[in-house]
């Protein structure tokens, strides 16, 4: 299982909407998620209609009453379980305070599951660097740093470097950190001043993917569902399913072996010498699918239904190439292609080369 935490003690960073939403998309894309709310506001809870009340237990009982972990979780949608957080949590700091092995408690009940439960393990963290944060440093492999595109992003991140630097030291867990850029506005001079700072600042530590600025995210939100239930075909969707490609691509790193059937399973297109298959997946939503790009002077071509999937071939010659799906006559990126650019009407198109 891998263990990956999103974390950053700035507020508004779109944090929690990064958690619960890379989880339903790791979902979508076939892996067994559990998403853990550590934030006392129980945000990522309430995120899928949730309620606080009548809760019978959540992640306080885990931590403070070493209850199993097992008997808090909740199904909330196919392949995604739910341990839930509220109000209680904002105690366990003094709870626990001079309890031996306090910093463990995550750790320990995440290594209680079954070992072959759940792929992947996506920790909200709170907003403040304290005992909640350790414990998901301490338990976790990964850490994405969400930072979003205002002139505060980069300060204030020294305290949470500075936490992943002790627990690296005290406990041998060698974290990789990654950073995400969040609610960004390329109309603005600003958000892109700033993004160009975080890619400079954290170099290949940097997702390809940016998630932009969307109401659709709090809509989302607002009716307990994550983006991909509430609007599948939105940019915010697409957003998220292209940042769960790119966590899924370091499978590779984990096992040599997968290389290849990763590689099939996530990254598109895919380029056989002169030729490239697409392919879009859509849960069986869209009635229509096509494929334009600069390859073929932006005239959609129809894609094939196959297997539950739409997918298309091309010949091409060597060079670097831009396009777009066209699903019920909206045009899309490929959610399945991290590398994305700016177009002229305030969206994205894919990229591939040809060597």
């Known amino acids: 299982m891998r263990i990956i935490s999103i974390a950053n003690q700035k507020g508004g960073c779109g944090k929690t909407t990064t958690a619960v939403n890379l989880a339903a998309s790791l979902a979508a894309k076939g892996r067994r998620t559990l998403l853990v709310d550590l934030d006392p506001q129980g945000h990522s809870t309430l995120a899928f209609g949730v309620g606080h009340d009548g809760l019978g237990a959540s992640m306080y009982e885990v931590l403070a009453r070493a209850r199993a972990l097992n008997d808090v979780i909740l199904g ?26 306090r910093e463990q408690r995550l750790l320990e009940s995440l290594c ?6 759940y792929q992947y393990a996506i920790v909200d963290c709170p907003p403040s660097v304290g005992l909640l944060t350790f414990n998901a440093l301490v338990a976790s492999g990964e850490l994405i740093i969400p930072i979003e595109g205002s002139i505060y992003s980069l300060h204030g991140l020294g305290k949470l470097l500075e936490t992943v630097a002790i627990v690296r030291e005290h406990t041998g867990n060698e974290i990789e950190l990654r950073a995400l850029a969040t609610i960004y506005d390329r109309r603005t001079r600003l958000a892109r001043e700033v993004l160009e700072e975080i890619r400079e600042h954290f170099g290949d530590r940097c997702f390809h993917t940016v998630i932009h600025r969307t109401v659709r995210l709090r809509e989302a939100a607002g009716f ?17 399913m292209s940042l769960a490609s790119e966590v899924l691509l370091d499978e590779a790193k984990l096992d040599t072996e997968r290389v290849s059937r990763v590689f099939d399973e996530v990254l598109m297109p895919q380029i ?35 297997e539950g999937a739409w997918e298309h071939r091309v010949t091409v010659a060597p060079g670097t190439y831009h396009y777009r799906f066209v699903v019920d006559g909206r045009w899309l990126a490929d959610p399945r292609n991290p590398v994305k650019v700016p177009d ?12």
């Open 272 to 306: 056989e010498g002169d030729r490239v298959r697409f392919v879009y997946e859509d849960g069986g939503a869209a009635e229509s699918v096509a494929l334009a790009g600069t390859f073929n002077e932006w005239e959609p071509e129809a894609c094939e239904q196959v």
């Open 224 to 240: 307990g569902k994550s983006i991909l239930e509430y609007s599948p075909s939105s940019i915010a969707a697409e957003d998220h």
């Open 112 to 117: 209680s599951l079954s070992p072959d439960r």
């Open 76 to 101: 909330v949608g196919e392949r995604l379980d739910l341990a839930p957080a509220e109000v209680r949590l904002s105690a366990i700091e003094q709870e626990l305070a001079g309890v031996e092995g």
């Open 344 to 355: 002229a009407f305030g969206g994205h198109n894919s990229v591939f080369e040809v060597t």
